[in-house]
Structure formats: C-alpha cells, structure tokens
C-alpha cells in the first residue's frame, strides 16, 4: 500500500502548551507530575489528530522537552562530565541542567553550546565528543513513548532517532581536536541496543533521520555509512532512513545502496534528484518522497505534485510513499485557528495539520485515482489561481526601485569614518554597550497585548512604553554604560515588529514555531511586494534619545534576518525579496539619521545560517545577503556609526564577507566559546570595531568581574584594544531585572579596570 506518512510533528502545542509547562517548572510552581501529564496530554493530542487524518505511520520521539539532539545525547549516555552524571538513567533534572547550565548542587556550570540545526532556524544543543567517551543506553523517554502511543495508534506507531553518523557529525570535539569518527564503533553496538528494544517493544518500521546526507561529506563519513547500516541490523525491524534540507548530490548512491528497508529524500528541495534516486534505489526498497514542503507554509500545488507522483507510482508500486519533506517541527501547528488573516490569503496557506492533510489527499490521488479526491483538487487549484494573480503581490514601484538599486558603499572607507565618529560620540576606551532589549517584564507583555486587543489605548500604551524608556535609559545611565539603547520594550519579536509595518508582511496569532528549548517565535508570513508605509521606529528612538546626553542607539533588524525569520514567498527569488526589505530599511535608516540619531544598530543575527548547506551555492547567496545588508546602511554620513550584531556563529569560513559588510561596529555572542570565535577576526586582521561578548545572556549565571576581565584580556590578545568594545552575549529579554542590574554593573566594572590598564 502507498502509505502517507511525516517525519516528526511540531511538539509545542498548539497554544504553546509545552512551553508554559516547562518554564512552570523550572520555576517550581509545577512539579515533575504535572509537567510529565502536559507531555502525555500533547502527545496523546498529536497522534490522535494523525491518526483521524488518515496517516499510516506516525512518528514517537519527535516530542522534546527541549531539543531532540539533546534527548539522543540522553539516549546515548554522552552527559558532559561537569554535570556529574553518575551513570544510569538521565532524569529529567539532569537533561534540563545540561540545557540551562547548573551543576547538580546548583552551583553554575557552563550550558551545553548552542548551534542552528542546519539551515534553519531551530537550534540544537551540541554534543560534547571526547576521545575515551562511552556510550551506553541511559534515558527511557523514547521506550515509554512508543508503549504509550502504541496504546493510542498501535502498529503506526513509528520512533523516530537521529541517526549515530549525524549526531557525531554535530558534536564538538572538547578539547583537543580528534577524529570523531573513531568513536563510531563505540557507538554502533548502543544504536543496535535501542533499535533491539524498539522491535521488542513492537515496532515494525524505525525512522533514522541522517540530514548530514545533504551535505558536503568527507569520504571516509560516507565510506562510514555502508559500515554504520550493515552493522544496524536488527531481525524482524524496517528502517526508513530519512534525508531532508537538500540533494544528496554526491552520497546519493551512498543513500541508496544503504541496507535500509526505505529512504525518504526530499523532493521539494532537491526536485530536480528525484528520478535519480528513483533509478538507483533498487526496487524493493521503499522510496519515500517528501514532496510537500515542511519548511514553508504553502498550499501545495498537488496537481503538479501528482504529476511527479504519479509516473513513480506506476515505476514502483506500493513501494512509493508520500510525505512532508521534513519534520513538521519547522512549520505553526494547525491553521484553522487562525481568525484575523483574511480569507484570500489564508487559502494560500498550509501549516502542520493542513500539510497532514495534503499528504493524505496525495496518497489517495494515488491509490483511489484523482476522481477520489476531485473536490479537494479543485478547492486547491482555485486557492493557487487566486495567489498567482493577486494583486496584493505585485507593486511596479517596488519593482521599479528593484531595477535602480542605490549605492551600496559608504561615501568614505572606515579609517575616515572612524575620525568623524570619534569627534561626534567621543567615546572612553573599551566602550561599553548592549545589545538591544532588557528584559520583558510580565507587565510589558500585558500592556503590549492589551493595546493590541484595543483594551487600552494609544494614548495610554505609548505613555506606558515611554516611561519603560525612561525607566531603561536611567538604568543604563545608573550602570554607566556608554552608548544606550531604549530597551525595545514595544517589541515582541525583532522580526516580527518590523513585519508588521511593512506592506507584503501577514501575521498569525498562533502561527509559532520552536527556536529553542521553550523559545518559540512567530515567523511573519511575506506574501507580497516589500514596501515601508512610514517610518518605523523614529518616534521611540528620539524619545530616548532626548533622555540623555550620551548616544542612543536606534535599533534595527537587518534585511537577510528579516527574510531568514519569516517565511518567505516561493514565488520570487529569495534574492529579490531580501533586496525590497533592504530598500525598506534604507529609508529607516535615513530617517533616523535625520533625526539626530549617531548610531544606528542593524541586526543581521541570520546572515550565517542563511548559508545554503552546500559550499558550492555559498557564494551566490553572500552575494546578494551582504548587498542588501549595504543598501540598508550604505546611505549614512561618515560621522553615523553603523553597527552590526550577530549570534552563535562560526565566522572563521565567511569572515571576509563579515568584513564585506563593512559595519563601524560588530557585536558578537562569544562568552560560551571563551573568545575562541574571536580567532576568526584576528587571522583575517578584520580592520572594523568589535565588540565580543562577556556576559553569556542564554544563562540564569551572572559572571564575575574578574571572569569578565579575563574574556576581555584575552580578547585584547586577539583584537587590539583600541577597536574592542565591551558588551553581553545577545539582547537581555529573556533574563530578569536582578541578574541584569547585577551583570551590567559587573560588566562596566571590568571595562573601567582595564582602561586604567591600557
Ligand atoms: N536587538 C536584539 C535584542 O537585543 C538582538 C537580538 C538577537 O540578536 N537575536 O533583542
Ligand atoms: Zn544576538
């Protein structure tokens, strides 16, 4: 039988179930109990909903309390020693100290590192690999899970596991650097382990996720392959090995000679591979085609889709699924709930549930015949006619402007630049700053959502984000920090706050996604033409800016983060879009130049993670994302300082089109790393200012001065003084008034006590 199935379902809840559960209990105002039936509840709820669907396997363990990286690293016994794991079974307290940084005694201890999950925008906690590590099998979650929803869905139940190559791939040597291949063979023996007591426990099918099949391997992982899955053999159990984010290029051959029962690829992505692998994969093997696309969220063209199904159904026969490309993970749960987007554009859309349904609709086109299925066709023909020709899509004046694109480069080269912004900040040695927001109070949320329910008015919320600014600007002026910023406490999300001005933007109440842990954002969705009605945060800038007399910052987010962060129309490409937002933040960037502002921070947090997974496609993408970067801020005089901020990334690999950008200033997230991606900027004597991280904001620790001092010694090392800055890791929402009065204070301690050293 053609079976319909996905790889993995978004675990947070519709109304963000999980997230309010696990904050409740890292807070203790739940206990274990109470978080452990939110879990079962949301479970039971998802594989209920694709079971009524009409799915035919449904996947256990994609449900996390945290991240599913991290529930392998569990699975596999990998604790990183300084949390003191004696062995045996990893609690839940222990799996949630590896994320959040605590040694068992609660003393602070440094949270597992952070990275993004390929090139999305979900983050994964990594793996810390050292070369006398063992393995063995120490968390129980994904055994219950299958028992429980074996109970619920039977023989579809289908458990999920990152694959051994994948997961070594994303670990990170500690310490020394070694071949992390070598511990492959310490891992196969427990991967058999699991895969044993899911058969035992009754799974027919097992789906082994190996994304790293989409990218660029060395030889001796894809010569790894063939040993890991001719080792992985277990009696009476299937394994689908997934692949997803891209063309297997060069390992697919690798991917289909595998001893694997199945293979899914991902036929949105890498389309044009699709017959290929149709060829190679011998034909008693079960080709899984993820031709729905999991990462976006529209309406499938299914007739087109059948046009590619169909030809491979008559090939293959029963031995063809149909699928989602990915896991739904990276896609809002369920679109019905959405009531304030109008109906045009919402015929246009699909989330995870709608997407369910959309692969369902497939496999009966497939097996029953269109004629099965003929309403649903029809309905979704109409939606993409009515897409294709709305006229809320194309706007000839931003096509135009498209056309006769402005300067990208600044008048004058940085060294002149530098003079002019000296004499107009006339800023001390090791100038400190931060990076954007403070923290979002329960009441800042309250007023936000009150103002947008319309339960109060303007009048009111703007005088209660004022005194919030001022509340900030006094607090930053307490500190002693020298160039301050208003707090952004009118912003919910640094996306999508500007989105919502912009025309071509839409917006969704519910529309979340996981960025990490209990971190969720809500993606814009950008359906049309890119245009800036009115200025956009002028009014709240120059307020604070006439609070004091030190420089305020005026904060954006630049146009690759913009495009990154939502999800983008597939109808255009992404260049073209990225380059309209770039045009729209120009004009802001002016206006606030214009109103008297000296700095102006562009945010490009997604510069990196925008890089295609593929080395050869680099080039073609920084092209254009580091244009538009200086479209946005190219139009200033030499005396406005232009600064940058980005997160968790390695920049060793694009540090000249870092350089490109051509920033007065770059922020960076550094403290995890201890200044190591600091190396990348001293080998490539990157000429502009910098400001590495001292103050790790993604952990409730509050570093000392001393600790702090010593970042920044050793970062003087690398950077000479005269061009570092002083700052946190990121912007300071997430974290509470306490640790931030505490930590700022440190931080400009640590800056005044090597200024008298330099
Ligand atoms: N200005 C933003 C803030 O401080 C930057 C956030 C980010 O880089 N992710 O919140
Ligand atoms: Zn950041």
Redesign the pocket.
């Known amino acids: 039988m053609t079976c319909a199935h996905i790889l993995g379902f978004p675990r947070i809840g519709l109304r963000r179930e999980m997230k309010q559960a696990v904050e409740a209990y890292w807070n203790g105002d739940i206990d274990r109990a109470e978080l452990q039936r939110t879990g079962t509840g949301l479970r039971r709820r998802h594989w209920q909903l694709q079971q009524d669907t009409g799915l035919d396997f449904i996947p256990v363990g994609d449900f996390s309390w945290y991240d599913h990286v991290l529930d392998t690293t569990a699975l596999l016994g990998a604790v990183p020693p300084r949390f003191e794991h004696p062995g045996g079974e990893v609690d839940l307290d222990t799996y949630f100290r590896m994320a959040r940084g605590r040694a068992p005694t609660g003393s602070p201890q440094p949270a597992c590192e952070m990275t993004k999950w390929f090139d999305t925008n979900y983050h994964y906690l990594v793996p810390e690999l050292h070369p006398d590590m063992a393995f063995a099998v120490s968390s129980a979650k994904l055994f219950d899970e299958l028992a429980e929803a074996r109970a619920i869905v039977g023989d579809k139940a289908r458990p999920v596991l990152l694959g051994p190559l994948s997961w070594l791939w994303l670990g990170k040597c500690q310490g020394e650097t070694f071949d992390k291949l070598t511990l492959l063979d310490r891992l196969l023996p427990v991967y058999g382990e699991i895969l044993q007591r899911l058969q035992t426990q009754g799974a027919a099918w097992v789906q082994i996720d190996e994304p790293i099949l989409a990218l660029d391997l060395p030889t001796a992982w894809r010569a790894a392959f063939s040993r890991a899955y001719h080792t992985l053999q277990v009696p009476g159990l299937k394994l689908l090995l997934a692949s997803y984010f891209g063309p297997l290029a060069d390992n697919l051959r690798t991917a289909c000679d595998l001893p694997v029962a199945g293979l899914h690829v991902d036929a949105v992505r890498a389309a044009g591979e699709l017959n290929l692998v149709a060829d190679w994969l011998p034909a008693h093997k079960v080709l899984s085609v993820g031709i729905i696309d999991g990462r976006n969220i529209w309406r499938t063209d299914l007739d087109r889709a059948l046009e590619i199904l169909e030809p491979l159904r008559q090939r293959r026969g029963d031995a063809l699924w149909v699928a989602p490309s990915c896991s739904l993970l990276h896609v809002p749960v369920d679109l019905a709930v959405e009531s304030k987007l109008d109906g045009e554009l919402k015929s246009w859309l699909a989330f995870a549930v709608q997407k369910i349904e959309e692969t369902v609709t497939l496999k009966r086109a497939l097996s029953e015949g269109r004629d099965a299925v003929a309403e649903v066709l029809e309905t979704s023909r109409r939606a993409l006619a009515s897409r294709r020709k709305s006229a809320r899509v194309t706007r000839p004046e931003v096509r135009e402007r498209l056309q006769n694109l402005p300067a990208d480069q600044r008048a004058n080269p940085y060294p002149v630049r530098r003079q002019a912004q000296r004499a107009r900040l006339q800023l001390p040695l090791l100038p400190t700053t ?4 403070f923290p979002q109070t329960p009441e800042i949320r309250r007023t936000r959502r009150a103002f947008k329910n319309g339960d109060i008015g303007e009048a009111e919320y703007v005088d209660f984000m004022r005194r919030q600014i001022a509340f900030v600007v006094e607090k930053q002026e307490g500190y002693g920090l020298d160039v301050l910023v208003h707090g ?1 406490p009118e912003r919910n999300d ?1 996306v999508e706050y500007f989105g919502e001005q912009l025309d071509g933007f839409a917006f969704t109440e519910n529309g979340w996604v996981q960025s990490y842990g209990s971190r969720c954002v809500k993606p814009p969705i950008i359906y049309g033409d890119v245009a800036r009605p009115r200025a956009m945060t002028v009014d709240w800038i120059t307020y604070a800016q006439s609070l004091t007399t030190r420089p305020m910052k005026g ?1 954006l ?1 630049g146009p690759v983060t913009m495009l990154q962060w939502s999800f983008v129309r597939d109808d255009q490409p992404r260049r073209d879009t990225c380059l309209q937002i770039a045009l729209a933040l120009r004009d802001e960037v002016l206006d606030l130049e214009q109103a008297g502002i000296g700095v102006i ?1 562009i ?1 490009e ?1 997604a510069l990196r993670e925008g890089l295609p997974l593929r080395r050869g496609d680099w080039d073609a993408y920084l092209d254009w994302a580091v244009r538009s970067f200086r479209i946005a801020a190219a139009g200033v005089r030499d005396e406005t300082q232009i600064h940058t ?3 968790y990334a390695e920049f060793n690999d694009i540090i000249e089109h870092i350089a490109a950008l051509d920033a007065d200033v770059i922020t960076i997230e550094t403290s995890r790393s201890k200044m190591e991606l600091l190396d990348a900027f001293a080998d490539f004597e990157y000429p502009n200012e910098i400001g590495p991280g001292v103050y790790d904001i993604h952990s409730p620790n509050i570093p000392t001065v001393e600790e702090m001092v010593a970042l920044l010694e050793k970062a003087a090392e690398k950077i000479p003084v005269a061009r570092l800055w002083v700052n946190p890791d ?4 997430t974290r509470r008034w306490p640790e931030v009065d505490e930590a700022l204070t440190r931080m400009v301690a640590a800056a005044r006590l090597l200024r008298e050293r330099y």
């Open positions: 931060t990076i954007g927001s952004e640094m904060m987010t921070q945010d947090p901020h980005m997160c990121c912007g300071l929402k």
